[in-house]
């Protein structure tokens, strides 16, 4: 059974940081791609960072230069870094995972409550 447990989401101050975490288990993780998409509120889900198996990655525009995405092969985890966090960036963030960055969608975690605010 594939299980992606995200953790790290909370309140935090315009300009703030935080780091997700997703850990996965039931897949071979070394060899899929993963992802972070945001649902902000009223919003549909839009994918905001992928990496491939081979540490490949790519950012959507709205967050470039502010999010970075790494995985850890040893510990089945892959983790968002984020910066300069902005009040838009608020929304629930899921960490998502396929066997290559075209089926990222195969899998999804239950989401995890970021909100930026003063």
């Known amino acids: 059974q594939v299980q992606l447990v995200e953790s790290g989401g909370g309140l935090v101050q315009p300009g703030g940081s935080l780091t997700l975490s997703c850990a996965a288990s039931?897949?071979?993780?070394?060899?899929?791609?993963m992802g972070w998409y945001r649902q902000a509120p009223g919003k549909q889900r839009e994918l905001i960072a992928a990496?491939?198996?081979?540490?490949?990655?790519n950012y959507d525009d709205s967050v470039k230069g502010r999010f970075t995405i790494s995985r850890d092969n040893a510990k089945n985890t892959v983790y968002l870094q984020m910066n300069s966090l902005k009040p838009e960036d608020t929304g629930v963030y899921y960490c998502?995972?396929?066997?290559?960055?075209?089926?990222?969608?195969?899998?999804w975690g239950q989401g995890t409550q970021v909100t930026v605010s003063s």
């Open positions: 990496i491939t198996s081979g540490g490949s990655t």
């Open positions: 039931g897949i071979i993780f070394r060899a899929n791609a």
């Open positions: 998502v995972s396929g066997g290559s960055y075209a089926r990222l969608q195969d899998y």
